[in-house]
């Protein structure tokens, strides 16, 4: 096969990149060379032109779909058209989003050798749509020289302008299309990542679901943005639940969206935010969970898993502002937690302060390392058998020494939170091998019509 060739190919499954997965007919089986299909259904049968040809595997764009799946939906209000790659499975139907959801799920477990691990149906909200809490919008100059923003197309850098996403608030949208306005009016240069020339680079926004709170925060290349009075008097006439204005510093040649430094425009440090009943501060560094009500979902999950009756000494790892530990408190004897971004686990502090939890202390410090919070509750504490760990690691995962340590120090159960199932299902082998029961893992979905997914589950000590 070459490119530009047209192929007949029936899709029999979805990968979480949102590509139909179907093979070549080879003497009537379907045997034949893999082939992938960006938005095709489990069940299609479609015409497809290939668009990349490699010696095991063809990549091919639907030209017209014969006989569609009936997991296909056509219901789709998506101002990004298809050169946005965010929503995997937006031409899927929710129900079977769920099943390839938890199959995915399962998979990761059954390459690591775990086929006997149970995986439960999918828990979820029901709200697909508007359930994003942030965005991070890349902002680039068009080729009429008009500022936009938007988000990146798949697998490049080329930005697919979109001021409104149906994941996001409509208010997003609103305070975006007016940035770029102002950004024309006022000649603010958009960065170009190809001569590293230009002033803003990304709009990052966060709002507390509960409260309506806003947090703006403008990611430039240099400290000062042209006519910062202004902007700040039309905001806060325009968009009076912008409660934190920020300008973040990033003048590196990178990927990473946000620098080191920061500084306050106008209003306060942080916005607040209500989760599992408590008030939270969240600023711009804190990692904050952005689907707020599948949050509330996910850790009531973690907090039954943790089965703790009052007595117990919990440490919660990657705590970030301290969401999930305070959360438990109520059932906990003491609270530990620790993250590694200074500002959050100060904020773990004053979230414990401020909703007057007096048995929870964070503290600053790298949470996959077991000379970190495990060795110093060993000391402080001494025996650690009765301590219950909670763990919600970044997508790598966590380490294997983090793992020995917690054997090592007699830890019996252990809740593991996870946003990548891959990283969850080589850790849990890793726990099976030290001696540790896998209990039912339970998907929860934070990321409808995305091809992420989350997972809880508890491990205990044999």
């Avoid at 990968?15 to 060379?33: I, S």
């Avoid at 939906?73 to 058209?81: I, N, P, Q």
């Avoid at 990033?250 to 990473?256: C, L």
Wanted: aromatic share 6%; proline share 3%.
């Amino acid at each position: 096969m070459r490119k530009n060739d047209t192929v007949r190919v029936r899709i029999t499954d979805i990968n979480n990149l949102g590509c139909g997965v179907g093979h070549l007919e080879n003497a009537g089986n379907d045997t034949g060379m893999t082939v992938f299909v960006r938005g095709g259904v489990t069940g299609d049968e479609l015409e497809a032109k290939v668009i990349k040809a490699t010696k095991s595997y063809l990549v091919a764009r639907p030209e017209r779909i014969l006989v569609p799946s009936p997991h296909r939906t056509e219901e789709d209000l998506c101002t990004a058209a298809l050169g946005c790659g965010g929503c995997a499975y937006r031409h899927v139907t929710y129900s079977h989003e769920l099943e390839l959801k938890r199959g995915y799920v399962q998979n990761a477990f059954k390459k690591v050798g775990l086929d006997r691990v149970e995986v439960e149906a999918v828990r979820h909200t029901d709200a697909v749509v508007g359930y994003r809490n942030k965005a991070q919008y890349p902002v680039q100059k068009d080729k009429n020289g008009k500022t936009v923003a938007g988000f990146y197309a798949n697998s490049s850098h080329r930005i697919v302008p979109a001021e409104e996403c149906r994941l996001q608030p409509k208010v997003f949208g609103e305070i975006v299309r007016y940035l770029c306005d102002f950004a024309d009016k006022h000649r603010i240069s958009a960065y170009n990542e190809e001569t590293g020339k230009g002033l803003l680079r990304h709009i990052y926004l966060r709002i507390g679901v509960a409260t309506g709170e806003i947090m703006l925060c403008l990611v430039l290349t240099s400290e000062r943005l042209p006519e910062e009075e202004t902007l700040k008097r039309e905001l806060a006439e325009k968009f009076p639940a912008i409660k934190s204005l920020w300008i973040n510093v990033n003048s590196k040649n990178t990927n990473v969206v946000l620098g080191e430094r920061y500084r306050l425009l106008s209003g306060n440090e942080w916005i607040e935010d209500v989760l599992c009943g408590l008030t939270l501060r969240i600023t711009p560094q804190s990692f904050y969970q952005v689907n707020h009500d599948a949050c509330e979902l996910l850790y009531g999950l973690a907090k039954e898993r943790a089965a703790l009756t009052g007595e117990e000494l919990l440490l919660d790892l990657y705590c970030g502002i301290g969401s999930i530990g305070l959360s438990m408190a109520d059932r906990a004897g003491e609270v530990l937690g620790m993250e590694i971004v200074e500002r959050a686990a100060k904020s773990g502090d004053e979230n414990a302060a401020r909703n007057g939890i007096t048995n929870a202390a964070f503290f600053c410090g790298d949470a996959s390392d077991p000379q970190g919070l495990l060795k110093r509750a060993a000391e402080e504490r001494g025996e650690l058998s009765r301590a219950v760990v909670v763990i919600d690691p970044p997508r790598k995962g966590t380490t294997r020494e983090l793992i020995e340590g917690l054997a090592h120090h007699g830890i019996r159960r252990v809740v593991y939170v996870s946003c990548n199932p891959d990283t969850l299902a080589r850790d849990c082998a890793i726990f099976s091998e030290l001696g540790y029961e896998i209990g039912a893992v339970t998907p929860v979905d934070l990321f409808p019509r995305t091809g992420h997914v989350e997972s809880v589950v508890c491990l205990m000590r044999k």
